[in-house]
């Protein structure tokens, strides 16, 4: 399997930024994804990087180094429900259709 | 449009029980992936077909599981006999050029 590390758990208070990490290990490397999941809800997809530096989209942002393995995904002044899980996918070019996703981030954001 | 339809969204069974998720991937899309979530393991990919084929089923737990898409606009997976642990939300997936849309997921528990 593909090596993708996120931390588990993080909190946040409403109005901040918060910002958070994804590793990768993987071979052909072909785009990173990043998708929301409520409780309860199906995974959604908020954003995709294929080329290194920062993709923006209204309050949510996404930055990718191919070069280290490394994303971020960056949520600006936060709203209670950005309360989520977070979940970093990375696809490789040997298997475009397929996504590999990390266990994903679970966000608390209190007032 | 439509996104992916699964059906049903609940179903509680008891053990030894046949049961038979179904699954509408979004008109267009040739890849197709079945999921399933729990807290304990996470999202894990179960099988994927391209243009209706089985492309890889290596994350099917065991022989109780088998998956089939007889055509483009539909795929079932199905767990004979089911047991307590098969309990989970199970995701299906479409996607064109790695974008993957999820359905609204079957929750399902086995008694």
């Known amino acids: ?10 909190t946040a208070t409403e109005g901040a930024i918060v910002q958070i990490n994804c590793t990768y290990q993987t071979s ?20 995709y990087n294929v080329l290194d530096g920062l993709e923006e989209k209204g309050r949510f942002s996404s930055f990718l180094s ?11 002044e936060l709203q209670m429900k950005d309360s ?8 490789r070019g040997s298997t475009l259709g397929r ?13 | 449009d439509a996104g992916v339809i699964q059906s049903p969204r609940h179903e509680v069974t008891e053990m030894g029980q046949e049961v038979t ?15 399933r979530q729990t807290m304990m393991r996470g999202l894990e990919l179960l099988i994927y077909f391209n243009n209706n084929v089985p492309i890889d089923d290596s994350g099917m737990p ?20 089911s047991e307590p642990r098969d309990s989970a939300v ?3 997936a479409s996607s064109l050029q790695g974008l993957q849309g999820f359905g609204p997921g079957t929750r399902l528990t086995v008694l």
């Open chain 1, 99 to 111: 996504l590999y996703f990390g266990r994903g981030t679970q966000l608390t954001v209190w007032p």
């Open chain 2, 21 to 35: 998720l179904r699954c509408k991937p979004i008109s267009g899309h040739d890849y197709l992936f079945w999921y």
């Open chain 2, 62 to 81: 065991e022989d109780r599981f088998s998956a089939k898409m007889p055509n483009a606009s539909f795929s079932t997976l199905k767990i004979q006999p």
């Open chain 1, 1 to 10: 399997g593909q090596n993708i590390d996120q931390p588990t758990e993080m």
């Open chain 2, 90 to 92: 199970y995701f299906c």
């Open chain 1, 28 to 47: 052909g490397f072909n785009g990173l994804f990043w998708y929301q999941q409520h409780a309860g809800e199906a995974p959604t997809f908020l954003s």
């Open chain 1, 84 to 91: 989520a899980s977070y979940l970093c996918a990375v696809r």
């Open chain 1, 66 to 76: 191919r070069s280290k393995g490394y994303s971020y995904l960056l949520l600006k």
